[in-house]
């Protein structure tokens, strides 16, 4: 017998007291089919959410989308906080489950090492950079020092791709919404948690389930990269290309191992900080080929994914370009003992236009530091050997810098989804990965295509983490897996793609604590208990009474004065489901922030 608690009985009264049904102002659906658009003309009231005992008319395919087959097997790709939780998810739910990640050891972009990544592209590298894969699998190789010119480190460090962490990194937020669930901080933890802490907290929640490297299991396989993702030939279930990377202590050599393995489901969370972004500057291709004079083995310009510590900066003067999470972070840690410290900024119209997050990084700066404007360009350097300390950078109101040691380019990542790419070209054709990305997506490639529960909409069988792991995760992968196994349902294709195109479920994400985070932990709360009421399994609850209130206080004096409130939450006790996306439900920016 289920036990609820009094403010779960009062979520379920209260969604079925309110309307279920949404007025969509568009009578026309355009679905794409192979490469070809497909016109369907749906009813001006439709079902956004299937709640028990309501009637819904049937079509000949039926309301509820139908998998072709048992599902059994399940590949889970990523083993930071989204791809732990969900694996650990789906071996409750009775699957066999298998974790792939192509680091040493779970964490995702909380695992810290001294090791950096490799040089990264100047230009920028294309969104899809597909890697080398023996014709006949499995097959193995061995690598020497200084085959085809490359050492073993850098072919290790390609492979895995060292996380973008430095060593004094704090998180800016707070535990009650960066805690995974069974493994709680200690009650005497600090406001602001460090990255080694988290790391720490994720290791320990991969422990626990046993997933954690040194745990003797065959559900993972660490230093394993998935080359490719592909339908199986009889189009039922999927086939990934791996390949794992082995240091061999005697002789001092690599082994790469390739193969393949087929699964009836494949959930992706790669994580966002794949690629990072490198701006079209001119002169900054020469600048970038320009080694360092203390230290040849690094380069004068680069990303702030390989800051790990600021001695290096001690005397120096220093450009950073960019003014998010990451130059405000890394110039204060700097500001101790570099001499000067430059932060190159794009022009805004309106500090109150600004996201909350955005005026936090400039408040957060050293107070040292000089804002100058963008960078017209870097002028060409006469030599390639002596540093960048007499090259001239000119900025777009003329002014020209000089005696620059170093230049940070903390200019973010770009979120390459080579997985969900690769689907897309198999199901669409080309032609549709050129085409701009909707609203429901921020920087990089889009997620297209995908519901707001994580299925891709052409195969359900395939899903992705779309929420922030650390609160609404456990929501989002604990309906995959009741999809998967049968006691939760999916609509219908044409309804997939009636919600895909409906604006209330793109307004599904936001800045934890705004309206659209909050709705969209609702609307998961409200389908899985109606599901499992329905269909068997146990009940959610809305996020901790206990934690808004903790939340609320943190964001407040961390972030933005009056940043919200606990009401932000409480309000929606009595706002119909058809209201939760309503934008002037508070006047609060909403954007979502790529540090999340």
């Known amino acids: 017998m289920h036990k609820l608690s009094v403010l779960t009985v009062l979520f379920l009264v209260t969604v079925h007291v309110a309307s279920v049904t949404v007025e969509e102002p568009q009578t026309v659906l355009n679905i794409p089919i192979a490469g070809q658009t497909i016109t369907v003309e749906e009813p001006q009231t439709v079902l956004d959410i299937p709640i028990a005992g309501q009637t819904i008319n049937d079509e000949p395919s039926g309301k509820w989308y139908k998998f072709n087959s048992t599902i059994k097997r399940v590949a889970v790709i990523g083993a930071g906080p989204a791809g732990l939780q969900a694996a650990a998810t789906f071996m409750k739910h009775n699957f066999t489950v298998r974790l792939f990640d192509r680091a040493p050891g779970p964490g995702g972009n909380w695992l810290y090492s001294d090791e950096i990544p490799v040089r990264e592209s100047y230009p920028d590298a294309p969104a899809v950079e597909e890697h080398w894969i023996p014709e006949a699998l499995p097959a193995s190789e061995y690598y020497n020092e200084g085959d085809d010119d490359l050492t073993l480190d850098s072919r290790w460090r390609e492979h895995w791709q060292p996380r973008s962490i430095w060593d004094s990194l704090h998180t800016n937020s707070p535990a009650v919404i960066t805690e995974l669930p069974d493994v709680p901080y200690p009650p005497d933890h600090s406001w602001v948690i460090s990255a080694h802490t988290i790391g720490a907290h994720v290791r320990a929640y991969a422990s626990i389930h046993n997933l954690n490297a040194n745990d003797n299991s065959s559900v993972h396989s660490y ?8 339908k199986r030939l009889d189009g039922n279930g999927w086939t990934l290309t791996l390949k794992h990377l082995k240091k061999l202590e ?26 990072p972004h490198v701006p079209e500057i001119d002169g900054l291709l020469q600048w970038s080929n ?13 990303h702030s994914r390989v800051y790990r510590r600021p001695e290096r900066y001690t005397g120096k003067t220093v450009l950073v370009i960019g003014v998010g999470t990451s130059g405000s972070e890394i110039a204060r840690d700097i500001a101790p003992v570099a001499k ?16 909350p997050f955005q005026r936090r990084s400039f408040r957060r700066f050293p107070d040292e530091t000089e804002f100058i404007p ?34 940070i380019l903390a200019t973010g990542y770009k979120r390459s989804n080579p997985f969900h790419l690769s689907v ?7 032609e549709s990965l050129e085409a701009p990305p ?12 995908v519901h707001w529960t994580g299925h891709f909409i052409p195969d359900p069988t395939l899903a992705f983490s779309t929420i922030r792991p650390w609160t609404a995760g456990q929501y989002q992968y604990y309906g995959q897996a009741k999809v998967w196994e049968g006691t939760a349902h999916l609509p219908n294709e044409a309804g997939l793609w009636a919600q895909y195109n409906s604006t209330r479920y793109t307004f599904f994400r936001g800045l934890f604590g705004t309206a659209p985070s909050e709705a969209i932990v609702r609307q998961y709360v409200t389908w899985l208990n109606n599901e499992s009421l329905e269909n068997g399994g146990r009940l959610v609850s809305p996020w901790p009474v206990q934690n808004r209130e903790v939340f609320a206080y943190y964001a407040n004096q961390e972030w933005e004065k009056d940043y919200l409130s606990k009401e932000n939450f409480t309000k929606f006790e009595n706002i119909p489901d058809r209201q939760w996306t309503q934008k002037d439900i508070w006047d609060i920016s909403v954007f979502e922030d790529d540090s999340w």
């Open 223 to 230: 230093s394993t990269r998935v080359e490719k993702l592909s």
């Open 250 to 275: 005697e002789p001092d050599r690599l082994k790469a191992t390739w193969w393949t393995e087929d699964f009836d489901a494949v959930f992706v969370a790669p994580g966002p900080y794949t690629s």
């Open 290 to 302: 320009v080694r360092a004079v203390d230290d040849p083995s690094r380069f004068s310009v680069y």
């Open 340 to 355: 000067k410290i430059y932060a190159s900024h794009k022009e805004y119209a309106d500090w109150e236009t600004l996201h």
């Open 374 to 407: 963008k960078i017209s360009h870097f002028e060409s350097l006469s030599s390639l050997d002596n540093g960048i300390k007499d090259g001239k950078i000119v900025l777009v109101n003329g002014t020209v810098l000089e005696n620059i040691d170093e230049v």
């Open 424 to 430: 897309l070209n198999q199901t669409f054709g080309a």
């Open 438 to 449: 909707p609203s429901d997506v921020f920087t990089g490639p889009a997620l297209k295509y």
